[in-house]
């Protein structure tokens, strides 16, 4: 049977007290209506239809995939946001799966469990269910004595013994088709106004057609994220489950409660990450290596046996072998070769250090590129900053000595095997095996080959 998906996301999210719309609100560094969107497509295998406000369209562009945004511009309801996908679903499936951008945590997997429709095909409608004793504000799901579903009752009005109920609506249901579409013509409208997509439930009932549900086994993804308290229980409990699969797969946390990896990040075995590490982004981590503690490394690609502490990488490549930190900061485009040592407080900023190099510590190099072997003396600066804004290049050789306190006044060039002397100001190129000295620099003597 042909199945497709669709997303409530038109909701404001009031209760948020934020000018972002809910479904955009960040969950381990990707907003909400991401993580629903991924989870539709791997329950149907194709895009999802979503259900956004007139005053959305930033959504459209954080889920280009999917398949087609539908408005609701009055926000009268589930059922009635639901009522609004029908010209887009109308004839083009026989099922639909119904889910809601503020259950952010069921999986794909839990949503394709609940596409299998436990009668065989006969149900209208194959609702999620959840059994705890917290009920988080969903409805709960009132059974007869036959253990079939009757309704499914708001707790704002249920009464005494309707309360002691303990399995609740999670908010996911799949309708046949037809059915959904010529019931949602018939709700009735609420007290409040709004059309509510529960009220099928009773609907099916009283016209005797068959319901069914799903138990949603792990309780932690029954979550609906509607104040920022909800956002950082999610975060915690998404956490958890990014560090369980790590662990599983062979890296090690020395304390995964403030280990912090995101869903892209991709890392090698027998990688250690010491405590208060975050990982985030499309970030790539080797084999072997030693991250943290109190480090951050943001979309950047690290090569195997690389150790970072301490320090912030961000748009970086570090090659195998490399050391960077404590304190130390990489910006967008440093390219680290192999054997590389960055000691505490050095930035680099899109140079490259090549194989070998060693910069201790208290540098800056900016708009650089460093041959293999160089050896940056303490307090070590490219004046990268030129004219209107432009950023002006250094090129240094290999095996140059670059004394303490040296100033490189780019454009500049300076031979390999040559050396600057401590504090100089080089504004002119030196050539290669040569000692340059002083402020402005000169040229004083050549250097032994060996």
């Given at each position: 049977?042909?199945?497709?998906?669709?997303?409530?996301?038109?909701?404001?999210?009031?209760?948020?007290?934020?000018?972002?719309?809910?479904?955009?609100?960040?969950?381990?560094?990707?907003?909400?209506?991401?993580?629903?969107?991924?989870?539709?497509?791997?329950?149907?295998?194709?895009?999802?239809?979503?259900?956004?406000?007139?005053?959305?369209?930033?959504?459209?562009?954080?889920?280009?995939?999917?398949?087609?945004?539908?408005?609701?511009?009055?926000?009268?309801?589930?059922?009635?946001?639901?009522?609004?996908?029908?010209?887009?679903?109308?004839?083009?499936?026989?099922?639909?799966?119904?889910?809601?951008?503020?259950?952010?945590?069921?999986?794909?997997?839990?949503?394709?469990?609940?596409?299998?429709?436990?009668?065989?095909?006969?149900?209208?409608?194959?609702?999620?269910?959840?059994?705890?004793?917290?009920?988080?504000?969903?409805?709960?799901?009132?059974?007869?004595?036959?253990?079939?579903?009757?309704?499914?009752?708001?707790?704002?009005?249920?009464?005494?013994?309707?309360?002691?109920?303990?399995?609740?609506?999670?908010?996911?249901?799949?309708?046949?088709?037809?059915?959904?579409?010529?019931?949602?013509?018939?709700?009735?409208?609420?007290?409040?106004?709004?059309?509510?997509?529960?009220?099928?439930?009773?609907?099916?009932?009283?016209?005797?057609?068959?319901?069914?549900?799903?138990?949603?086994?792990?309780?932690?993804?029954?979550?609906?994220?509607?104040?920022?308290?909800?956002?950082?229980?999610?975060?915690?409990?998404?956490?958890?489950?990014?560090?369980?699969?790590?662990?599983?797969?062979?890296?090690?946390?020395?304390?995964?409660?403030?280990?912090?990896?995101?869903?892209?990040?991709?890392?090698?075995?027998?990688?250690?990450?010491?405590?208060?590490?975050?990982?985030?982004?499309?970030?790539?981590?080797?084999?072997?290596?030693?991250?943290?503690?109190?480090?951050?490394?943001?979309?950047?690609?690290?090569?195997?046996?690389?150790?970072?502490?301490?320090?912030?990488?961000?748009?970086?490549?570090?090659?195998?072998?490399?050391?960077?930190?404590?304190?130390?900061?990489?910006?967008?485009?440093?390219?680290?070769?192999?054997?590389?040592?960055?000691?505490?407080?050095?930035?680099?900023?899109?140079?490259?250090?090549?194989?070998?190099?060693?910069m201790g510590h208290f540098s800056y190099i900016g708009?650089?590129?460093?041959?293999?072997?160089?050896?940056?003396?303490?307090?070590?600066?490219?004046?990268?900053?030129?004219?209107?804004?432009?950023?002006?290049?250094?090129?240094?050789?290999?095996?140059?000595?670059?004394?303490?306190?040296?100033?490189?006044?780019?454009?500049?060039?300076?031979?390999?095997?040559?050396?600057?002397?401590?504090?100089?100001?080089?504004?002119?190129?030196?050539?290669?095996?040569?000692?340059?000295?002083?402020i402005p620099a000169r040229v004083i003597r050549k250097?032994?080959?060996?």
């Amino acid at each position: 049977m042909e199945l497709e998906s669709l997303i409530l996301a038109a909701g404001l999210g009031t209760r948020m007290h934020s000018r972002l719309p809910k479904a955009l609100h960040p969950l381990g560094g990707r907003p909400l209506i991401r993580w629903v969107v991924d989870a539709c497509k791997h329950a149907t295998g194709k895009p999802p239809f979503v259900v956004i406000g007139p005053e959305m369209g930033a959504i459209r562009d954080v889920v280009p995939d999917a398949a087609e945004f539908v408005e609701q511009t009055e926000r009268l309801g589930t059922g009635h946001a639901v009522l609004q996908a029908r010209q887009a679903l109308e004839g083009v499936c026989d099922r639909v799966l119904v889910t809601q951008v503020d259950m952010t945590l069921l999986t794909g997997e839990s949503l394709k469990r609940l596409t299998v429709d436990p009668a065989e095909g006969k149900s209208v409608l194959t609702l999620l269910t959840l059994t705890t004793d917290r009920s988080r504000g969903f409805g709960r799901i009132i059974r007869d004595e036959q253990g079939q579903i009757k309704e499914i009752v708001e707790e704002s009005h249920a009464t005494s013994d309707q309360m002691q109920a303990n399995e609740f609506n999670v908010g996911a249901y799949v309708f046949d088709a037809v059915w959904l579409w010529e019931s949602l013509a018939q709700l009735p409208v609420s007290p409040k106004g709004e059309y509510y997509l529960t009220d099928l439930v009773g609907m099916a009932v009283s016209q005797g057609r068959s319901l069914s549900s799903v138990s949603l086994d792990d309780v932690s993804q029954g979550i609906g994220i509607n104040t920022h308290e909800h956002l950082a229980e999610a975060e915690s409990v998404l956490r958890r489950r990014i560090n369980k699969e790590w662990l599983v797969r062979g890296v090690s946390m020395i304390d995964p409660s403030t280990t912090y990896i995101g869903p892209e990040v991709q890392i090698g075995t027998d990688t250690v990450i010491y405590p208060n590490t975050h990982l985030e982004g499309r970030t790539t981590v080797g084999e072997g290596g030693r991250l943290g503690p109190s480090t951050i490394i943001r979309d950047s690609t690290l090569g195997s046996d690389c150790r970072v502490e301490a320090s912030v990488v961000e748009g970086a490549t570090l090659e195998d072998d490399v050391a960077v930190g404590p304190f130390s900061h990489l910006r967008k485009g440093a390219y680290l070769c192999r054997g590389v040592h960055l000691g505490n407080f050095g930035e680099v900023k899109n140079s490259r250090l090549g194989p070998g190099v060693k910069m201790g510590h208290f540098s800056y190099i900016g708009d650089a590129n460093l041959g293999d072997r160089v050896n940056v003396g303490a307090g070590t600066i490219t004046c990268n900053f030129g004219r209107n804004g432009v950023k002006n290049h250094t090129e240094v050789g290999a095996d140059v000595f670059i004394g303490s306190d040296s100033l490189l006044v780019a454009p500049l060039r300076i031979g390999r095997r040559a050396a600057t002397g401590a504090g100089s100001v080089v504004t002119k190129d030196v050539p290669e095996g040569a000692l340059a000295v002083g402020i402005p620099a000169r040229v004083i003597r050549k250097l032994d080959d060996d």
